[in-house]
């Protein structure tokens, strides 16, 4: 039996997940104008713009829609729906309860996705990024396969544990888990060989991987915690479902604003800046290299010429011999 009831579940995600979401907010605009500060527009990164938008879309329409189902199952539907609530708040065939892991589940693939595009770039390698691909898809089939078994749920609707897809959100939430982590340890990896091989400014590195470090710890706990409710039958997975999306949010813009505030305010090397500019922006500008012509031109001077011609005072001599 679960411990906490699904009405009190609702109205406290609710409450959180408000909480966290004004918070991504705040940090969306950090993140807007860090990646804007002094920048013409040809040089701002679009496509990691683009990714902290729609997080803050999805994160928003998730808040409404979260808004939503509360009202409709304490005040609307409160007289009329069978077994009241606690029976609304527990039907996991319910039309907002289906679009909220939806929206979910588009955001973990989302954060996902970008997390296994950054290995890409560290690593300019494609066999590095073999396994959090295949994690990936996997992030996506689970996803998508416990969302669809939820909204088509026939023995008990009103039990999300008692249904025919509890294995699907555990491999869900097992794929996630292990995508994240495998994605932070080759970031990390990769940036200490390239301090200790090159030697580069060990100060501003550590700051981005303590950055990192701090970003998957925060992911981590919530997917932990999420995972050990599931597996106990505890309504806080309703909770932690919910607050999770303004979280993902979050962990994409701390990681960036961070990793600028050090790039900016300590000096570096050209090979930590460009590390600090992989981590921040997720993609590497090549500059070619062009030949360069050098053209030398040889003097010889000759002392026994006079050094300033005495009948023009004005042009002095330059005491160099010609060779005729």
């Known amino acids: 039996m679960a411990e906490l009831p699904a009405d009190t579940s609702a109205l406290m995600s609710a409450i959180l997940e408000g909480i966290l ?3 991504s907010i705040l940090l969306f605009i950090g993140t807007i104008w860090f990646l804007t500060y002094k ?3 040809q040089d701002v990164n679009r496509p990691i713009a683009v990714v ?6 999805v994160s928003t329409v998730h808040m409404v ?3 939503v189902r509360v009202e409709n199952g304490l005040v609307k539907y409160r007289d009329t729906w069978p077994g009241g609530p606690v029976a609304f708040f527990e039907d996991v065939t319910e039309e907002t309860y289906v679009i909220k892991h939806g929206l979910y589940v588009f955001q973990t693939v989302l954060a996902d996705a ?3 595009y950054r290995c890409y770039v560290l690593w300019k390698s494609v066999r590095v990024i073999i396994l959090p691909i295949l994690l990936w898809c996997s992030i996506i089939v689970t996803g998508v396969r416990a969302v669809y078994g939820n909204s088509q749920a026939a023995s008990d609707p009103g039990n999300v544990f008692a249904t025919d ?3 699907w959100i555990m491999a869900f939430v097992v794929s996630t888990l292990v995508t994240n982590l495998d994605y932070w340890c080759i970031a990390v990896w990769k940036i200490e060989r390239r301090v200790f091989k090159l030697r580069t400014s060990k100060g501003t590195v550590m700051a981005i991987v303590r950055a990192l470090v701090d970003a998957a710890a925060l992911y981590s706990v919530m997917l932990f915690s999420f995972l050990f409710c599931f597996i106990t039958a505890n309504n806080g997975e309703s909770v932690l479902s919910d ?3 303004p979280i993902i949010s979050i962990t994409f813009y701390m990681v960036l604003i961070r990793i600028t505030i050090n ?5 570096s090397t050209a090979t930590t800046r460009r590390t600090i500019e992989e981590m921040e922006q997720g993609n590497v500008r090549q500059y070619p290299m062009m030949p360069v012509e050098v053209h030398i031109s040889q003097f010889t001077q000759d002392d026994s010429a006079s050094s300033y011609n005495v009948g023009n005072k004005d042009r002095p001599s330059t005491g160099i011999a010609q060779k005729s």
């Not at 902290?52 to 879309?57: F, K, N, R, S």
Request: zero cysteines.
């Open 21 to 23: 979401y004004g918070f």
């Open 65 to 67: 829609v979260g808004i």
């Open 52 to 57: 902290a938008v729609l997080l803050l879309l």
């Open 165 to 167: 897809v509890d294995k």
């Open 243 to 245: 607050i999770v999306v």
């Open 39 to 41: 920048r013409r527009m």
């Open 114 to 116: 970008v997390m296994v």
């Open 263 to 267: 790039f900016r305010h300590r000096p």
